[in-house]
Structure formats: structure tokens, C-alpha cells
């Protein structure tokens, strides 16, 4: 069974940065599937944020945060990153990693995706 920890959320001022990481367990190869980080803010449903492909040289980002955010892998360590810079108000929110049995590109698709992290809570002050 896959288990995902996220960890590095906190709360921080608008314009200010924040890093995510996701350490990946489990009977599988962490190389061979595509990762993603997604959020849920209050009342609102879970929208994709980033993903990556196995490799790490394929990435996918929502408009709202292209530019400010930034989505990497390390394989070794079987670990996902997401840096967040100039963070604003509106990217307040638990963020959640992800990856599927079939989740093999960098797709936000979430009907692709199997197994999920507790998530972190991020908060962001104006």
C-alpha cells in the first residue's frame, strides 16, 4: 500500500515563500509514476495545482499559480517538492499530494489518482 506525508505547510504573509515536500512509502516504484500536489480550500472542491512526470522532466501547473510555483522530484528519496513563492491570500488551503496506479505523465487529472497524502495546511495572510 502507497502512504504519502506531506509536510512544510505553515503560515506565512503574503509575498512571502513556503516548501512543500511528500515522502512516498509503499510496494511500488516511486521512478515509474507521475506525481501531483493539489489544494482544498473551504467550501471550495479539490482543484490540481501541479503535476510531474516520473522522470521529473515533464511538468504540468494551473494558470493561477505559473510563474510563482514550482513543482520537482527527487527519485532517490522518494520525496516531491512543490517551492511556493510570492504567495497570496487566495493560495490558503490544505494541499494534498497524489498518485495513481495509472498516473503515468504529469496529469492533474484526479480521477487517475489512487492515493493521497492527510495533507498540510497552508495560510496565507494578507
Known amino acids: 500500500q502507497v502512504q504519502l506525508v506531506e509536510s512544510g505547510g505553515g503560515l506565512v504573509q503574503a509575498g512571502g515563500s513556503l516548501r512543500l515536500s511528500c515522502a512516498a512509502s509503499?510496494?511500488?516504484?516511486?521512478?515509474?509514476?507521475?506525481m501531483g500536489w493539489f489544494r482544498q480550500a473551504p467550501g471550495k472542491e479539490r482543484e490540481g495545482v501541479a503535476a510531474i512526470a516520473p522522470s521529473g522532466t515533464t511538468t504540468t501547473y494551473v494558470d493561477s499559480v505559473k510563474g510563482r510555483f514550482t513543482i520537482s522530484r527527487d527519485n532517490a528519496k522518494n520525496t516531491v517538492y512543490l517551492q511556493m513563492n510570492s504567495l497570496k491570500p487566495e493560495d490558503t488551503a490544505v494541499y494534498y499530494c497524489g498518485t495513481g496506479r495509472n498516473v503515468y505523465g504529469a496529469t492533474m487529472a484526479t480521477r487517475y489518482y489512487d492515493y493521497w497524502g492527510r495533507g498540510t495546511q497552508v495560510t496565507v495572510s494578507s
Open positions: 509503499g510496494g511500488r516504484t516511486f521512478s515509474s509514476y507521475g
